[in-house]
């Protein structure tokens, strides 16, 4: 069964900093097999970063994903106020049974 | 540009059925993978399943006893349906498009979410 964990939990920074947050994989697959949500309070997820480093439509540059096998890595630089939310990353199984499956989410808070 | 929107009951009883409906605009429900994913409160993201071009579907291992997926292309919505539900099952259920590339299944738009309750 695929498991992601998020690293940390929470994070508490100011605006202008930048955010490191780490997803780790229980399988080691293909390096494009990872996305990146953003949710805020009483929203819906808003895609991010898909293939672990391509940019969705309309995300600023300050958003970037890497990262390879197991480890991957979302850095958010020169925070803005409106950056503060949950992040969550997600793969899609490639051993049985296959699900799409999400990290329990990193929340960026402000310090 | 492409829209979804949830709807459906905001209550539900105890062992009854769950059932959702999402209308697609700007995009024709036949061309695309389509998905629903839950969020009970405070928690975090649970994926349902999909339904593929084909009408094929691919539900999430734990809930596939209980899960119907379907799309219905004259009225551009597809529906899920969501069998002897518990409070277990009560979440904000959102509909998505899903999107592929290579081995990566994810979800590129998203509906607003509908909130579910289950409760007597």
């Known amino acids: 069964e695929l498991l992601l964990t998020q690293s940390p939990d929470t994070v508490s920074l100011s605006p202008g900093e930048t955010a490191t947050l780490s997803c780790r994989s229980s399988q080691s697959g293909s390096s494009s097999n990872l996305a990146w949500y953003q949710q805020k309070p009483g929203q819906a997820p808003r895609l991010l970063i898909y293939?672990?480093?391509t940019r969705a439509s309309g995300i600023p540059d300050r958003f970037s994903g890497s990262g390879s096998g197991t480890d991957f890595t979302l850095t958010i630089n020169r925070l803005e106020p409106e950056d503060f939310a949950v992040y969550y990353c997600q793969q899609y199984g490639s051993t049985a049974p296959r699900t799409v499956t999400f990290g329990q989410g990193t929340r960026l808070e402000t310090k | 540009q492409v829209q979804l929107q949830e709807s459906g009951p905001g209550l539900v009883k105890p062992s009854e059925t769950l059932s959702l409906t999402c209308d697609v605009s700007g995009a024709s429900v036949g061309s695309y993978y389509w998905t629903w994913i839950r969020q009970p409160p405070g928690k975090g993201l649970e994926w349902i399943g999909l339904i593929n071009t084909s009408g094929g579907t691919h539900y999430n291992f734990s809930l596939m006893s209980r899960v119907t997926i379907s799309v219905d292309s004259s009225k551009n919505q597809f529906s899920l349906k969501l069998t002897s539900v518990t409070a277990a099952d009560s979440a904000i259920y959102f509909c998505?498009?899903?999107?592929?590339?290579?081995?990566?299944?994810?979800?590129?738009?998203w509906g607003a979410g509908t909130t579910v309750t289950v409760s007597s």
């Open positions: 293939a672990a480093s």
């Open positions: 998505a498009r899903q999107n592929y590339y290579g081995p990566l299944y994810y979800m590129d738009i």
